[in-house]
């Protein structure tokens, strides 16, 4: 990869801004129609007790960086929060509870809540937009890297993720940032650049807990780099005590990275947003909360098990002053590793399970991804497996071709390892929450695509070596169509994703592409952050009031909504194992109408694995009595009519 000026001429500019400006009016659009998603319900009021209160009781489980950052907006309104509610008062991490009171029972405008918290997270997708460009300017060129940050603007996972309050596009962001900062380290080792590279792993510490995977991941880097370095100077007389001292210095420089972002980053951020959460309460949720954690306390006398002591080290630490902030830090990681263990039980493929499966993430990558993306993909990866066989036949002897690989494209190979990483630890893991996972691995994943491309389309063989001739003409010829049909081809590639991008909106979060039936199909395949994750509770509420036949609706919702907050008395909760209402004793008169988030109705009608049952109430078996499920894989009653994509709606009589 070269290096680049960073400033881009103003025709870049421009068509910058104008990627900019169309992801920000996508991300707009969503914002003020998608309602409350799952997460956020816990998120946003978690950010606000942070930046208002400066208490970290609420949602322990991620870091502060993008919930304090979502939050900041509401300081300017006069909203009531519930501080004397038990779910912040004495339940443990009461989230849900106080994110329902906080929006819907508060008297409160939640909409307006949501949409100002929202702000935050649009305009830290924009950064990583401008981020992206700017990293691979210096690579690829100001032009070429017009095109990953294209890709990223667009796509229909990072315009869903990009407006809601949730960890993933924070997550993407601080992986960026850090591992640019820690590979400008590794190119020019200074006080200066290592103290920024831990600023960064800082950042990308209190973005998201999985990018503790930079410590193993910067590990490997430097040693790679290390070797390569060691490798060269071993040729020009190096010795073996000079090798052995630059291993120290680098190894004691990535250990003074950590510390600089713990102690620049983590501690301060976390010291105040625990000024006000009084010590007694933390360490009597931290034990409550790591009560059965790698099997629980160890009995009297006996020394713990080695992932246990690190939960008894965490309620220590809580009882002391200075350490609470790095308590409430570990304490976060222990619950993630906790959650990750236990899994996530969700639809996949034709079965409810909790187990994971390790081709969840591979088959929602491709049915996610929008199809001209993948090609974009596939010719990236078929250029460089051609590069790959074509330096392994060359006639420089091994070291040569190792040695001009990692000098010229230790960027290239840091982002193939991250990609390479973050991959067969979320395929290994039994979590499976989501596209939105892999978030972390698009700005690498798209800027190694538009770095292939580079290279194929400007690659050219060299010309004949006579002066003029009939054949030097020809060859030109032929090397211009070949160039200009290559420019079409990403130009056709480009307008279709582009379309894909403005036919999918503003449902981006249920955006599946020809692969997975499409947007309106893609359910049969995944649900959950996939598909329905509650964004379309105020589509529902747009439905039935075009529809004035509608007087009553039972629903049975997912998301962070409140069906009774914006349908009033029209709206009557309801779960499978309340029956048919238009046929329950309870209801005079009957209700005609039921909307079921298909997230829902999916965990209910699906077959289990054997270790998840289910209760026959909790089937729907009235409702598939009623209709028969559709043929085909991941088939669900026929509905009537839909809110948004996910909001199935069903006239029962």
């Known amino acids: 990869m070269q290096q680049s000026s960073l400033k881009p001429p103003r025709t870049v500019k421009l068509v910058l801004l104008g990627i900019c400006l169309l992801s920000l009016a996508f991300m707009a659009y969503a914002t003020f129609t998608d309602s409350g998603t799952m997460d956020e319900l816990a998120h946003i009021p978690a950010g606000y007790g942070y930046v208002k209160y400066l208490d970290f009781r609420l949602n322990p489980e991620h870091p502060p960086l993008l919930k304090a950052i979502s939050a900041f907006p509401l300081l300017f309104f006069d909203l009531n929060f519930p501080t004397d509610a038990r779910a912040w008062t004495t339940d443990v991490n009461g989230q849900w509870e106080a994110g329902a009171k906080f929006l819907y029972e508060s008297g409160n405008d939640a909409d307006e809540i949501i949409r100002w918290s929202r702000l935050g997270p649009v305009l830290l997708t924009l950064a990583l937009v401008l981020f992206i460009y700017f990293w691979a300017a210096e690579l690829i060129g100001k032009a070429w890297a017009l095109l990953p940050a294209f890709l990223f603007a667009l796509s229909p996972t990072v315009l869903a993720h990009g407006h809601y309050v949730t960890t993933d596009v924070a997550a993407a962001f601080g992986v960026a940032f850090a591992t640019y900062f820690f590979l400008k380290f590794l190119n020019a080792p200074s006080r200066h650049t290592r103290f920024f590279a831990g600023l960064a792993f800082g950042v990308a510490a209190v973005a998201k807990f999985s990018t503790a995977l930079l410590v193993p991941y910067f590990f490997l880097l430097l040693f790679v780099h290390l070797g390569v370095r060691i490798w060269r100077d071993w040729g020009q007389g190096a010795s073996f005590k000079n090798s052995l001292f630059l291993g120290w210095r680098l190894i004691r420089s990535l250990i003074v990275i950590f510390l600089v972002g713990a102690v620049f980053v983590i501690y ?52 002391q002053p200075l350490l609470r902030p790095f308590a409430q830090y570990l304490l976060g990681i222990l619950m993630v590793i906790q959650r990750s263990a236990g ?40 250029f460089g497996i051609f590069r790959f066989l074509k330096g392994l036949v060359s006639p420089k002897n091994l070291k040569t071709k190792v040695l001009d690989y990692f000098t010229l494209n230790f960027s290239e190979f840091a982002m193939l390892l991250f990609v390479a990483i973050y991959w067969l630890w979320s395929v290994r893991s039994p979590l499976n929450i989501g596209y939105r996972h892999l978030l972390p691995t698009l700005p690498f994943l798209y800027i190694l695509v538009a770095s292939f491309w580079r290279g194929w389309i400007t690659k050219t063989a060299a010309p004949p070596s006579e002066e003029g001739g009939l054949r030097r003409i020809w060859f030109l010829t032929l090397a211009f169509s070949r160039t200009s049909l290559k420019y079409l081809f990403l130009a056709v590639l480009l307008v279709w994703f582009s379309l894909e991008t403005a036919l999918a909106a503003p449902h981006f979060l249920s955006y599946f592409n020809q692969f997975g039936g499409g947007t309106r199909e893609g359910y049969r395949y995944v649900t959950d952050s996939n598909y329905d994750w509650g964004q379309d509770l105020l589509r529902l509420k747009k439905w039935v009031e075009e529809h004035p036949e509608v007087d009553r609706i039972a629903v049975d919702y997912f998301g962070a909504g409140n069906p009774k907050y914006y349908l009033g008395a029209k709206a009557e909760g309801w779960w499978s194992s309340r029956g048919n209402p238009s046929t329950s004793s309870g209801q005079v008169p009957p209700i005609r109408w039921l909307a079921v988030s298909v997230n829902t109705l999916q965990g209910a009608i699906q077959p289990l694995d054997e270790n998840h049952p289910r209760k026959p109430e909790d089937e729907y078996r009235w409702l598939t009595e009623l209709r028969e499920p559709s043929e085909g894989l991941g088939g669900v009653p026929e509905p009537d009519a839909r809110a948004g994509m996910s909001m199935f709606i069903y006239k029962l009589f």
């Open 268 to 319: 301060p951020s976390y010291y105040l947003f625990t000024v006000n959460y009084p010590m007694e309460k933390q360490v009597s949720d931290t034990s409550f909360i790591l009560g059965s954690f790698a099997g629980g306390p160890a009995p009297e006398g006996e020394t713990c098990r080695p992932l246990r002591c690190l939960a008894e080290l965490n309620i220590s630490m809580a009882k």
């Open 343 to 382: 899994g996530n039980t969700a639809y996949f493929l034709g079965e409810v399970s909790g187990t994971g499966s390790p081709w969840y993430f591979p088959i929602i990558y491709l049915l996610k991804e929008p199809v001209p993306v993948l090609a974009l993909t596939a010719v990236a990866l078929l």
